[in-house]
């Protein structure tokens, strides 16, 4: 430990002596208790904080530096919220969790967004069926992938995966071992029997080809979901000429294997979530107001167990007229529904199956007079709104990968 602070702090003096900007108030100042406080900061006042000085954008680059801070963000989760608007994403990062279990509409201890943006967007990109990775979000634009920063406000427009592939599907994996997002494309309009794997920030310029050792399709109006270093996504495999059997493809990030895992039931259809670190296939039922799901067990076996429980909310708000639809699951177990649109407020459904109790929620800040008339919405209510719950702040920069 002493020796890895030796050469941190060597590596602030070297960086310091290189440049001539460097003020003397800062030399006498202890890098440690400067690091301390900077790691105390918003992510946002972070970012900011590297135009002020080099000596601090010296501390804020540093890899150890990012590793504290991404330590420290995985312990406070956020929900991150974005519409597009016209060529622009409006962006809101909330507090995950919020005290208050049983809030009604019009409550004012409603949660306060951490942070409210707004940015360019790539044109004709496509972002649904996608999920937050480590802090990064992967989109696609036809046959080429975007890979999104959200804390840095950063996009990076990766190189096309094969110039012969017309469109693809395009999934983010993080390996926690090794600390490395990597890019994972298959084409999406035929089977093929390898895929291409790009590593972030490894420098490379060109993509590596791997065999997925069962030829197989992904199902592009699916997504992927990446839990503990192993990716899964849905697909079709074609065991008879015309006849296609859907399965769970599992890729390790880490060894880059593929497998596939049979469905637990005769149905492509459902939701992929981590639900208790395992991945479960969630079926809703808005008809009834229930929900079924399975986790899996034990891939190797292809086992899964099931869970059904009934929904105690109507999934159509007279009030709000709007439908709430199953978007996805925090870290601490409940189910988030989100509003089809909203006008003049926003409201989210946290359902906990175990206690069988839920909660409405107002955010604030997301459809008030002020940003409404900042953004130009004006009266129009707001459609195809994304959520990413369990979002992390990642200090990475993608102009550096």
């Not at 036809?142 to 959200?150: E, S």
């Not at 167990?305 to 409940?334: M, N, Q, R, W, Y």
Request: aromatic share 12%; charged share 25%; with cysteine.
């Amino acid at each position: 430990m002493e020796q890895q602070e030796e050469k941190r702090l060597k590596v602030y003096k070297r960086r310091r002596g290189q440049s001539s900007s460097m003020s003397k108030p800062y030399s006498s100042f202890p890098l440690d208790l400067a690091s301390e406080i900077l790691l105390k900061l918003p992510a946002k006042s972070i970012v900011r904080s590297r135009c002020i000085s080099k000596l601090w954008s010296s501390i804020t680059t540093d890899p150890y530096f990012i590793k504290s801070f991404e330590t420290r963000s995985l312990s406070k989760p956020s929900l991150l919220l974005f519409f597009k608007r016209m060529d622009k994403l409006c962006v809101f990062s909330f507090p995950q969790h919020h005290q208050n279990s049983n809030e009604r509409y019009g409550n004012d201890s409603s949660p306060q967004p951490l942070d409210i943006y707004e940015m360019k967007c790539p044109k004709y990109f496509c972002f649904s069926f996608m999920e937050s990775v480590h802090g990064l979000i992967c989109f696609r634009k036809l046959a080429t992938p975007i890979i999104w920063n959200p804390t840095m406000r950063q996009f990076l427009t990766l190189t096309k995966p094969d110039k012969t592939w017309r469109s693809i599907a395009a999934y983010l994996g993080y390996d926690p071992i090794e600390g490395k997002h990597k890019v994972v494309c298959l084409p999406g309009d035929k089977i093929w029997e390898d895929c291409r794997v790009l590593t972030l920030g490894s420098g490379q310029e060109q993509w590596r080809s791997i065999k997925t050792s069962l030829d197989h399709h992904p199902y592009t109006d699916s997504y992927g979901r990446c839990i503990n270093g192993v990716l899964y996504y849905k697909a079709g495999i074609d065991n008879l000429p015309g006849q296609s059997q859907a399965v769970i493809m599992s890729f390790d990030v880490r060894s880059e294997k593929f497998y596939a895992i049979t469905l637990p039931v005769d149905t492509i259809g459902g939701l992929l979530i981590a639900y208790e670190g395992r991945l479960a296939l969630v079926h809703s039922d808005y008809v009834n107001n229930g929900i079924t799901f399975w986790v899996l067990e034990d891939a190797e076996k292809h086992k899964w167990s099931d869970k059904s429980f009934p929904v105690p909310f109507s999934h159509t708000d007279p009030v709000l007229k709007a439908k709430f639809k199953l978007s996805g699951i925090t870290d601490a177990g409940e189910f988030i529904y989100l509003p089809s649109t909203f006008l003049r407020s926003f409201y989210i459904k946290y359902y906990d199956p175990e206690g069988n109790s839920f909660r409405t929620v107002e955010f604030k800040g997301v459809a008030d007079r002020e940003f409404r008339h900042k953004s130009g919405l004006g009266n129009r209510r707001v459609y195809a709104l994304q959520t990413f719950p369990n979002h992390m702040d990642n200090l990475i920069s993608l102009c550096n990968t």
